[in-house]
């Protein structure tokens, strides 16, 4: 049988600093395909081992039922001539009908009631990738979503989860030991009463068969090289289809140059793969040819040995069926091995993504006990994007003073969001640390740190559900205190949304089930910082709070931030910097370094950068 074989993955040069692991993404489970269809089967085993056990032992029953069946055949064809002849009683001849008639309808009725358990355990295989799929999102570390191979492994991970999928799977894999041992028995036979006939047949059987193998590995490592141009043709897609971009297609004509760009991607796919199936349908008429001319020249043999008294008359028959059996048992194996193969090197994808890394270190040392996490520290962090050639963050060193409200400004792309995730525990440095408390971030329990911390991101997640469970998820454990939920929609904002809104705390806002809504740019913002006050923490984090809200709402929610923050370390970023001069200090990024520091008035009268930015903005409002 020829194996399949991964090919060497390229993976891109990194300098050690680079801010991830060199060895992403880990190299496919040596061995091939026998491997991880061996380590897809303990999963099944560790999923339902009753079950699983169940159905393949009666897939073995199953697979020795044509062995069975050939040898009775015999038995029988030799005891009708008896019976012609008047030395066989008729009895024995139906008893050996009456045997063969039993194993038929055994083996016929085991099929169906196969179903039921391997149903089952098709469920609980179903739920047990779910978890896996999600609980490794969660463990593995922000920076790897940074990565555009990622989502290449995360898309072909997925497919593994789609309709159908691990039933076709199983069933295949299932279908392998009952193949082998019909092969097995059926070999015997024949092999006993002709050892070249058995090697004739089983060469014509498996040309064919093994050709699908190596042509299927074809087909799976073209259609891996496409997925980078396949996940780039669905977003086209997406976006001609979207409701969200629907009115910016439309604005800039951009229809036309979209289905053109979407045309090209899909007949670029769709010609390499009809150069491939082409060629592929052409070998294989070729050797199935061949493979019939074998299959005639063993049945000739066959008679020949018959006629020349080699063979019984009742072996003769024996044979034939056997034949017939040997050959669709052979191509039903390396079938069976061919459609199985290609799903299990999805499979062997699905184990590539479980085997990720950098995952987020499980435990560590608690925060100091009460509510604060002390002083915060940064220590000469610097933090490169994976796959980027220059660093976001440049020997960054900073403190923040516990109960102390900081403003964080600069322009776009000078580094503010990435050094929030930092000080978050979000992303690692690539260089230097963080310390609450005096303790190293990264050695402390992640968890409980972030209980102690709530941020609300310019990015804010629009969760399809409703208002009160998009604002009671920033604690989740007190989703259903309606009290809690008002409170900090009071705080953030969010009360004046509800109060607009036909159920108020309970409309959903989405547009995508029936009875729902959708909300303004404006008030999506509420609705985020209401979902940041949600969290009573000892560390707030407002990341471009009001960048959808008017004057007079962004006013309001620097009134309820000032309010919140008193007590509380607070780390502001904004564009506006008139909302600096709410905190005690204001800290100025520009391209991934720290330049300035100071409070307002001490900037100002610098006549730095800070003070550049003040005189662009404050000039509009002379």
Same mark, same amino acid.
Request: net charge positive.
């Given at each position: 049988?020829?194996?399949?074989?991964?090919p060497?993955?390229?993976?891109?040069?990194?300098?050690?600093?680079?801010?991830?692991?060199?060895?992403?993404?880990?190299?496919p489970?040596?061995?091939?395909?026998?491997?991880?269809?061996?380590?897809?089967?303990?999963?099944?085993?560790?999923?339902?081992?009753?079950?699983?056990?169940?159905?393949?032992?009666?897939?073995?029953?199953?697979?020795?039922?044509?062995?069975?069946?050939?040898?009775?055949?015999?038995?029988?064809?030799?005891?009708?001539?008896?019976?012609?002849?008047?030395?066989?009683?008729?009895?024995?001849?139906?008893?050996?009908?009456?045997?063969?008639?039993?194993?038929?309808?055994?083996?016929?009725?085991?099929?169906?009631?196969?179903?039921?358990?391997?149903?089952?355990?098709?469920?609980?295989?179903d739920?047990?990738?779910?978890h896996?799929?999600?609980?490794?999102?969660?463990?593995?570390?922000?920076?790897?979503?940074?990565?555009?191979?990622?989502?290449?492994?995360?898309?072909?991970?997925?497919?593994?989860?789609?309709?159908?999928f691990?039933?076709? #799977?199983m069933?295949?894999?299932?279908?392998?030991?009952?193949?082998?041992?019909?092969?097995?028995?059926?070999?015997?036979?024949?092999?006993? @009463?002709?050892?070249a006939?058995?090697?004739?047949?089983?060469?014509?059987?498996?040309?064919?068969?093994?050709?699908?193998?190596?042509?299927?590995?074809?087909r799976?490592?073209?259609?891996?090289?496409?997925?980078?141009?396949?996940?780039?043709?669905?977003y086209?897609?997406?976006?001609?289809?979207?409701?969200?971009?629907?009115?910016e297609?439309?604005?800039?004509?951009?229809?036309?140059?979209?289905?053109?760009? @979407?045309?090209?991607?899909?007949?670029?796919?769709?010609?390499?793969?009809?150069?491939?199936?082409?060629?592929?349908? $052409?070998?294989?008429?070729?050797?199935?040819?061949?493979?019939?001319?074998?299959?005639?020249?063993?049945?000739?043999?066959?008679?020949?040995?018959?006629?020349?008294?080699?063979?019984?008359?009742?072996?003769?028959?024996?044979? $034939?069926?056997?034949?017939?059996?040997?050959?669709?048992?052979?191509?039903? *194996?390396?079938?069976?091995?061919?459609?199985?193969?290609?799903?299990? #090197?999805?499979?062997?994808?699905?184990?590539?993504?479980?085997?990720?890394?950098?995952?987020?270190?499980?435990?560590?040392?608690?925060?100091?006990?009460?509510?604060?996490?002390?002083?915060?520290?940064?220590?000469?962090?610097?933090?490169?994007?994976?796959?980027?050639?220059?660093?976001?963050?440049?020997?960054?060193?900073?403190?923040?003073?516990?109960?102390?409200?900081?403003?964080?400004?600069?322009?776009?792309?000078?580094?503010?969001?990435t050094?929030?995730?930092? $000080?978050?525990?979000?992303?690692?440095?690539?260089?230097?640390?963080?310390?609450?408390?005096?303790?190293?971030?990264?050695?402390?329990?992640?968890?409980?740190?972030?209980?102690?911390?709530?941020?609300?991101?310019?990015?804010?997640?629009?969760?399809a559900?409703?208002?009160?469970?998009?604002?009671?998820?920033?604690?989740?454990?007190?989703?259903?205190?309606?009290?809690?939920?008002?409170?900090?929609?009071s705080?953030?904002?969010?009360?004046?949304?509800?109060?607009?809104?036909?159920?108020?705390?309970?409309?959903?806002?989405?547009?995508?089930?029936?009875?729902?809504?959708?909300?303004?740019?404006?008030?999506?913002?509420?609705?985020?910082?209401?979902?940041?006050?949600?969290?009573?923490?000892?560390?707030?984090?407002?990341?471009?709070?009001?960048?959808?809200?008017?004057?007079?709402?962004?006013?309001?929610?620097?009134?309820? *931030?000032?309010?919140?923050?008193?007590?509380?370390?607070?780390?502001?970023?904004?564009?506006?910097?008139?909302?600096?001069?709410?905190?005690?200090?204001?800290?100025?990024?520009?391209d991934?370094?720290?330049?300035?520091?100071?409070?307002?008035?001490?900037?100002?009268?610098?006549?730095?950068?800070?003070?550049?930015?003040?005189?662009?903005?404050?000039?509009?409002?002379?």
């Open positions: 049988m020829v194996p399949l074989r991964w060497r993955l390229r993976r891109p040069a990194v300098r050690p600093d680079a801010g991830y692991d060199p060895n992403f993404p880990p190299p489970p040596r061995g091939g395909v026998g491997i991880t269809m061996a380590r897809f089967l303990v999963w099944m085993l560790q999923t339902d081992t009753p079950r699983t056990l169940l159905v393949l032992g009666v897939e073995l029953a199953i697979g020795l039922c044509p062995a069975a069946t050939v040898w009775i055949v015999r038995r029988a064809f030799g005891d009708a001539l008896g019976v012609l002849r008047g030395t066989v009683p008729a009895a024995t001849l139906f008893q050996w009908l009456a045997l063969w008639a039993a194993i038929a309808t055994i083996q016929h009725a085991l099929f169906p009631l196969l179903e039921i358990p391997l149903e089952r355990l098709r469920q609980e295989m739920d047990s990738l779910q896996r799929l999600q609980a490794k999102a969660e463990r593995l570390r922000l920076e790897v979503f940074e990565r555009s191979d990622f989502h290449d492994i995360l898309g072909r991970a997925r497919e593994a989860s789609g309709p159908g691990f039933l076709n #799977l069933l295949g894999l299932l279908r392998l030991p009952q193949a082998a041992a019909t092969i097995a028995a059926l070999a015997f036979i024949v092999g006993r @009463w002709s050892p006939l058995l090697a004739v047949i089983l060469v014509a059987a498996a040309v064919t068969p093994l050709t699908e193998i190596v042509q299927s590995r074809a799976f490592f073209l259609q891996r090289s496409q997925t980078a141009t396949e996940r780039l043709r669905n086209l897609g997406e976006v001609l289809t979207s409701r969200h971009a629907a009115k297609v439309r604005t800039f004509e951009l229809a036309s140059w979209i289905i053109r760009r @979407w045309e090209g991607l899909y007949w670029t796919v769709a010609d390499a793969n009809h150069r491939q199936n082409r060629n592929q349908s $052409l070998a294989r008429a070729g050797l199935q040819s061949l493979s019939f001319v074998a299959v005639a020249a063993g049945l000739g043999y066959a008679a020949l040995a018959t006629a020349t008294g080699r063979l019984q008359p009742g072996q003769f028959a024996a044979v $034939l069926m056997a034949l017939q059996g040997l050959q669709a048992a052979v191509g039903g *194996f390396v079938g069976s091995f061919q459609f199985t193969g290609e799903r299990v #090197l999805k499979i062997a994808d699905l184990f590539v993504y479980l085997g990720l890394g950098p995952e987020e270190p499980e435990g560590g040392d608690r925060p100091s006990p009460g509510g604060s996490l002390g002083d915060i520290v940064v220590e000469q962090v610097s933090f490169r994007y994976p796959q980027r050639p220059e660093p976001a963050l440049r020997n960054i060193s900073l403190s923040l003073r516990s109960g102390e409200r900081i403003a964080l400004v600069g322009e776009n792309g000078s580094g503010k969001t050094l929030v995730k930092v $000080l978050t525990g979000l992303f690692r440095p690539t260089q230097g640390c963080v310390r609450y408390g005096g303790r190293d971030l990264w050695t402390l329990d992640l968890r409980a740190v972030r209980d102690r911390q709530a941020a609300v991101f310019q990015d804010h997640v629009h969760y559900f409703t208002l009160g469970e998009n604002v009671g998820y920033g604690r989740a454990e007190r989703l259903d205190d309606p009290v809690a939920v008002e409170e900090a929609s705080r953030g904002g969010a009360d004046d949304v509800a109060r607009a809104l036909p159920a108020g705390y309970g409309t959903p806002l989405t547009r995508v089930f029936s009875g729902g809504t959708e909300l303004s740019g404006g008030q999506w913002q509420r609705v985020a910082v209401s979902r940041g006050f949600m969290r009573e923490a000892p560390l707030i984090v407002l990341d471009e709070p009001t960048a959808a809200l008017d004057p007079q709402a962004e006013a309001d929610v620097f009134r309820r *931030f000032a309010a919140m923050a008193a007590g509380r370390t607070a780390v502001l970023v904004s564009h506006r910097l008139g909302s600096a001069r709410l905190c005690d200090r204001v800290i100025v990024l520009r991934g370094e720290l330049v300035e520091q100071g409070t307002h008035d001490e900037l100002l009268a610098v006549g730095g950068e800070y003070a550049r930015m003040w005189a662009i903005q404050s000039q509009w409002y002379r």
